[in-house]
Nanobody, 115 residues
Framework: QVQLVESGGGLVQAGGSLSLSCAAS????????MGWYRQAPGKQRELVAD???????SYADSVKGRFTISRDNAKNTVYLQMNNLEPEDTAIYYC?????????WGQGTQVTVSS
């Protein structure tokens, strides 16, 4: 079964940038709808951005204009470029792969934005 491995989290000052990556270990990556979610302490997990098989993207209102999701099917990888980060973006970020009968999560990567 597909495994998802995130990387690229870390500590950054407000206004800075980070780039997250999520690599799928197996499966037909191009058939997965991919998404990035986040969960802050004491809050529910929320959708940040996702990208369809055809490349159509959607974003949470709170990150529109600052975050960009993209995918490289040749590398089995989905990316999240995060610019102009705010302290409110501090959370664990999770990669997600969806397809019929599949809903897979990565282990998460911590993003901390200091003010």
């Amino acid at each position: 079964q597909v495994q998802l491995v995130e990387s690229g989290g870390g500590l950054v000052q407000a206004g800075g940038s980070l780039s997250l990556s999520c690599a799928a270990s197996s499966g037909i990556f191009s058939t997965y709808r991919m998404g990035w979610y986040r969960q802050a302490p004491g809050k529910q997990r929320e959708l940040v951005a996702d990208i369809t098989i055809g490349g159509t993207t959607s974003y949470a209102d709170s990150v529109k204009g600052r975050f960009t999701i993209s995918r490289d099917n040749a590398k089995n990888t989905v990316y999240l470029q995060m610019n102009n980060l705010e302290p409110e973006d501090t959370a664990i970020y999770y990669c997600n792969a969806k397809r019929a009968f599949l809903n897979k999560w990565g282990q998460g990567t911590q993003v901390t934005v200091s003010s």
